[in-house]
């Protein structure tokens, strides 16, 4: 068993059903199907918006695995890399995305998850790996042609609600 857990959260989707047991398949199945028919999609087309799956994901963890400290390590979404600057700075989805998922691991710890870390992803528009320059997962945009930053609204929530932590 691990004492630890760090792990990366950005698709909460099924990707199969390995168990014995039929009461916890039909609980997979049933969760599998919940999000087929209730999730959103961000810019990418692999990137589901199912906020609660955080919740289900974490509270997972500690029942099977006798709560071991979790830090969630990546959580985040994308905007369409072609996105103009006024437009891509008014990045409402991603405050309302990081609002609902953040509220869904507070409720996990309150039903008793020892998470003990949570990042973004991430602070800024980079390259990614699958989709190069064509999506943009930061909170500061960065102009690509000279380097310039510019904080997208999702950067300022993350800084009210990391002041008002610390008053």
Do not use: H
């Amino acid at each position: 068993m691990p004492e630890w857990l760090i792990r990366n959260l950005l698709v909460i989707k099924l990707i199969g059903m390995s168990t014995s047991n039929m009461t916890e398949m039909v609980c997979l199945l049933v969760l599998c199907i919940s999000w087929i028919l209730f999730y959103r999609f961000a810019n990418s087309y692999w990137l589901y918006i199912v906020p609660w799956g955080l919740y289900k994901a974490v509270t997972y963890v500690k029942e099977t695995y006798r709560n071991p400290v979790i830090i969630l390590a990546e959580n985040g979404m994308d905007q369409p890399g072609n996105a103009t600057l006024p437009e891509v700075l008014q990045d409402t989805t991603r405050v309302n995305y990081f609002k609902s998922y953040i509220t869904n691991l507070k409720r996990a710890m309150d039903d008793g998850a020892t998470v003990i870390g949570y990042f973004a992803w991430s602070l800024l528009d980079n390259f990614e790996w699958r989709l190069g320059y064509t999506a943009r997962f930061g909170i500061v945009y960065v102009d690509f042609k000279n380097s310039k930053r510019f904080p997208k609204n999702s950067a300022y929530w993350f800084k009210k609600i990391l002041q008002r932590k610390s008053n």
